[in-house]
Structure formats: C-alpha cells, structure tokens
T-cell receptor
Framework: SQQGEEDPQALSIQEGENATMNCSYK?????LQWYRQNSGRGLVHLIL?????REKHSGRLRVTLDTSKKSSSLLITASRAADTASYFC?????????????FGKGTTLSVSS | DAGVIQSPRHEVTEMGQEVTLRCKPI?????LFWYRQTMMRGLELLIY????????DSGMPEDRFSAKMPNASFSTLKIQPSEPRDSAVYFC?????????????FGPGTRLLVL
C-alpha cells in the first residue's frame, strides 16, 4: 500500500513560474524525501527533510513538512524546461521496517518555454 | 563511482519464459532494494536486503517471483514463469550505512515486456 499521495497528479506551467506539489502521508515517519524521475530514467534524490524539521532549502527547491497534518510540499521556484519530470515523495514507516521507503504515485510536471 | 548498474536495460519475452534481472549496487552500500513501477500501481517495493540477507519480501507478488543476493555486489530478481501482467519497469536501488538519513540511489531500470 502507498504511504504518500501527491497532489496534483499533473501540473503544467510556463518557464519562470513557480511549481508547488503536495504530499500527504498516513503514518508517523522518521523522514520524508522527494525524488525526481525523468522520462525513461531512474529516480534521483532531491532533498530529505527530517520529522523534526519544518522547512528546508536546496537551490531552487523549498520543502516544508507539517507532521501534525501529515503533509509536505515541494516548491520549485523559477522553473525551467529541464524541470519537466515526475516528482515523488517517499517516506519510511516509523517503528516498522524503518529503512524501506514507500513512494507515492507522483506528480507529473510539464514546464513549457 | 558508476552508480547502481542494472541489466538488461530492456527485456522482451514470451509468457511462460523465465526472466532474470540483475543488479550491482554501489560499492560499500549495505542495503539493496527491488522496486516495480507501473502506471496503475506506481512504484512498489518488492523486497529489500541488508548485508545480503532478505529483510522484507512482503511486496513480492507471488511465488513466481524470487530474489537472491549471493554477495555484496550482486543481486538477481527472477520471474518464473513470466506472465503479461508482469510487464513493468523494475528498479534496483541501494543505500549505504546504517543511519536513518541515508538516501537511496536508483539504477536506470529494466523495462520488461511479457508477450
């Protein structure tokens, strides 16, 4: 079963605009991660936020985490055509396997120039 | 480092045939994961190993699927006999150390088509 659910399923924007994707999960977690998948490729890790953190930045990426609402958001600022990809949130299951990640179905982002 | 290596990259086979997918994790990583990705079900964890020992295989769909890790640098996922519903992209991933903050590194995947 999937732990994370991304929203929206698909997002289309113009270059230069910001893109926001949301993730909700069901059980307590140790950390939440965001991954990107370009078409036909494997997943690439973008950023990890721990359960005791509320916000984290990496370049044009900003991730927030609200453990009380069991939700996270990924913001990509000043988007580029190269950001076109699918984005997945992944969580571990606190107190269970602990090391296995459970992925959502992803948000497909299209950035047009 | 070459990253996680998977072979073959593409596999087309007929129903009933045996399929073997291979993975070489990043050197020094002690966790290895097998995932399956389909449009309908997304990315599913099939099984994972720690120090070559299977830890959780609850995601393996049925007895037709088996996975082994004979040593720290090699793992296989076998489907016997294969069925059309097994068509998917199969990813191998590895991660290092024992900390909870480690990320997973994915291979390029094997695209399997069972006719």
């Amino acid at each position: 079963s999937q732990q994370g659910e991304e929203d929206p399923q698909a997002l289309s924007i113009q270059e230069g605009e910001n893109a926001t994707m949301n993730c909700s999960y069901k059980t307590s977690i140790n950390n939440l991660q965001w991954y990107r998948q370009n078409s036909g490729r494997g997943l690439v890790h973008l950023i990890l936020i721990r359960s005791n953190e509320r916000e984290k930045h990496s370049g044009r990426l900003r991730v927030t985490l609200d453990t009380s609402k069991k939700s996270s958001s990924l913001l990509i600022t000043a988007s580029r055509a190269a950001d076109t990809a699918s984005y997945f949130c992944a969580t571990d299951a606190f107190g269970q396997a602990g090391t296995a990640l459970i992925f959502g179905k992803g948000t497909t982002l299209s950035v047009s120039s | 480092d070459a990253g996680v290596i998977q072979s073959p990259r593409h596999e087309v086979t007929e129903m009933g045939q045996e399929v073997t997918l291979r993975c070489k994790p990043i050197s020094g990583h002690d966790y290895l994961f097998w995932y399956r990705q389909t449009m309908m079900r997304g990315l599913e964890l099939l099984i994972y190993f720690n120090n070559n020992v299977p830890i959780d295989d609850s995601g393996m769909p049925e007895d037709r699927f088996s996975a082994k890790m004979p040593n720290a640098s090699f793992s296989t996922l076998k489907i016997q006999p294969s069925e059309p519903r097994d068509s998917a992209v199969y990813f191998c991933a590895s991660r290092g150390a024992s900390g909870r903050w480690e990320t997973q590194y994915f291979g390029p995947g094997t695209r399997l088509l069972v006719l």
